[in-house]
Every structure is written in structure tokens, then in C-alpha cells.
């Protein structure tokens, strides 16, 4: 159980396209997704929170504008990276919690992003 | 300053070698605390959930404990499939949403 996917695990754009990334819960309804981003060596560092069904709350620093998170239904959030620059290339996983009152995310495998 | 550190950064055990992982932590009120194991290229792998000091899990060759301080991850007679990178978050009270603070992780290497 606590099966979390995301798609696509490794992608390559150009400078200037946008990417979206998909986060899905396969077997639990996530009421609570979350968007991490890590650098090698790094703590992971949470990006954002998303409630499904209402505007995703954005960590200090973030860009709403750039990184653009839907949490349309309970088992899918997806995170747009817009005009993408080489910066933007880093290793982004998202988590997602039940409404069960458990405290525990489950994280899927990641996406690999390169922008050249 | 960092609300959870975890020591050391790197560790390498032979094969059978017990030894533990730390992780301290400094929020003011903790919520819970979380192990996950982290494979290279992949996303964190939940563990364990402690929420009270004294309060101890095992899974397999793995035990968490926690303190009001600290937790730590003891690890017996692990095998070369346990070489991964081990990371401890905290939630705390009043913490936006539920949101979990991570360590830098701990990266075990075990030799055969």
C-alpha cells in the first residue's frame, strides 16, 4: 500500500520550454501533496504544498509563477517548471499524505529534470 | 542553524558490522519523527514514525529510537543491500500543513 508514481522520471527540455511533471497516488486518496526539490548533498527542500481542490501554499524563495502546481483530484498533482532555464535542472519528488489523520508521506521515485 | 543534523555524513560498515546512525533535533515542540531510506536516483522510502520520547520500531535488521533530543537508527549485522542513504525528518507542532523538516541523510556503504 502508500504507492505514490510520478512521470516522467527523466526528461531533457530546452531553455525556455516548460516541463510538467505528474504526481499520482495509486492506492490511497492524497488529500496533502507536497513538492520537494534536492541538490546533491542537500536536505530535500520542500517547494510547496498543495490541498487538493484549492491553490497550492509556496515555501520563501519559491516562484509561483515559474513553478506551477495543480492538485486537481485526490490522486494527482502535477507540477509545471516554465520557461525552464539550466538552473532549474535538479532531481524533483513529490509526497503525498492521506486524510486518514496520519502524519507519514509517501514519496515517489523522483523526476530528473536537465534543461540545456 | 539546522533544526535536525544527522551524524555522521558518510559511514562504511563490513558486512555483519552493527553500528548506528544519529539524527538530532531541535524544534520546539516535535509532532513526530521520520526515517526513510533513500536509494540512489530514487524517491525516500518510509521506515519508521516515532512520536514520543522512549518510544522504540524495528523493522528487519533496523531499530529506531527517540529521545527528547535525539533518535537513532541502529543497524545489526546489516548486509550490502542496506548500503543507502538514511534520512530523518521532524514535524512539528504549528509546522505549516504538517510539513516535514529533513536531515542531510547519512550515506552507509556496506562492504561484503
Known amino acids: 500500500g502508500a504507492v505514490v508514481s510520478q512521470h516522467p522520471s527523466r526528461v531533457i527540455c530546452k531553455s525556455g520550454t516548460s516541463v510538467k511533471i505528474e504526481c499520482r497516488s495509486l492506492?490511497?486518496?492524497?488529500?496533502?501533496m507536497f513538492w520537494y526539490r534536492q541538490f546533491p548533498k542537500k536536505s530535500l527542500m520542500l517547494m510547496a504544498t498543495?490541498?487538493?481542490?484549492?491553490?497550492?501554499?509556496?515555501e520563501q524563495g519559491v516562484e509561483k509563477d515559474k513553478f506551477l502546481i495543480n492538485h486537481a483530484s485526490l490522486t494527482l498533482s502535477t507540477l509545471t517548471v516554465t520557461s525552464a532555464h539550466p538552473e532549474d535542472s535538479s532531481f524533483y519528488i513529490c509526497?503525498?499524505?492521506?486524510?486518514?489523520?496520519?502524519?507519514?508521506?509517501?514519496f515517489g521515485p523522483g523526476t530528473r529534470l536537465t534543461v540545456t | 542553524e539546522d533544526q535536525v543534523t544527522q551524524s555522521p555524513e558518510a559511514l562504511r560498515l563490513q558486512e555483519g558490522e552493527s553500528s548506528s546512525l544519529n539524527c538530532s533535533y531541535t524544534?520546539?515542540?516535535?509532532?513526530?519523527l521520520f526515517w526513510y531510506r533513500q536509494d540512489p536516483g530514487k524517491g525516500p522510502e518510509f521506515l519508521f514514525t516515532l512520536y514520543s520520547a522512549g518510544e522504540e520500531k524495528e523493522k528487519e535488521r533496523l531499530k529506531a529510537t527517540l529521545t527528547k533530543k535525539e533518535s537513532f537508527l541502529h543497524i545489526t549485522a546489516p548486509k550490502p543491500e542496506d548500503s543507502a542513504t538514511y534520512l530523518c525528518a521532524v514535524q512539528e507542532y504549528g509546522g505549516s500543513q504538517g510539513n516535514l523538516i529533513f536531515g542531510k541523510g547519512t550515506k552507509l556503504s556496506v562492504k561484503p
Open positions: 492506492d490511497f486518496q492524497a488529500t496533502t
Open positions: 509526497s503525498a499524505r492521506d486524510g486518514t489523520g496520519r502524519s507519514e508521506q509517501y
Open positions: 524544534v520546539s515542540g516535535l509532532r513526530g
Open positions: 498543495s490541498n487538493e481542490g484549492s491553490k497550492a501554499t509556496y
